[in-house]
């Protein structure tokens, strides 16, 4: 009888503390989410400003013209993150405007990574 209370008292006093790991897990997992995708209608706006004002600079397939090619290959070596900042604010001294009237940061971001990819019929 009072070896087994003894046997269930040190079980309990056993548990790992689950919770504590469990929740610095979760909180890690959420640093890393991504930032929310664009809806599909809004990607699909997107697309358009991409290939009609941007190509208007950059060329219908974005291999370039007055502006800078942003080809996958030509983006391959710059960081993501400078890419998002040109775009929202363009580049001063070039004809390279500020996109961040018309793009949200989250926006700005899907557009760097459709064109890191390559747009859908520009591949
Ligand atoms: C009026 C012309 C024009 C339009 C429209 C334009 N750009 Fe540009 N863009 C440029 C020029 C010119 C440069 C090069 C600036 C420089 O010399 O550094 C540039 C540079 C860039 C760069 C940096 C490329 C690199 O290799 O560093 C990115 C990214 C970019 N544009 C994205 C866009 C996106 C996305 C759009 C549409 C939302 C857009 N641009 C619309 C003219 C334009």
Do not use: Y
Not at 35 to 55: F, K, N, S, W
């Amino acid at each position: 009888m009072r070896a087994s209370a003894f046997l269930s008292a040190a079980l309990a006093l056993g548990v790992p503390a689950l919770p504590v790991s469990a929740t610095s897990a979760a909180a890690d997992e959420q640093m890393l989410t991504p930032a929310p995708v664009p809806a599909a209608t809004r990607q699909a706006e997107l697309l358009r400003l991409v290939r009609q004002d941007c190509g208007s600079c950059h060329g219908l397939q974005m291999e370039g013209g007055l502006g800078l090619p942003l080809t996958p290959r030509a983006l391959a070596d710059k960081p993501p993150a400078a890419l998002v900042q040109t775009v929202l604010h363009g580049r001063r001294g070039t004809a390279m405007p500020p996109w961040s009237p018309f793009l949200s940061e989250n926006e700005a971001g899907w557009v760097v990574e459709i064109l890191l990819k390559g747009l859908p019929d520009a591949r």
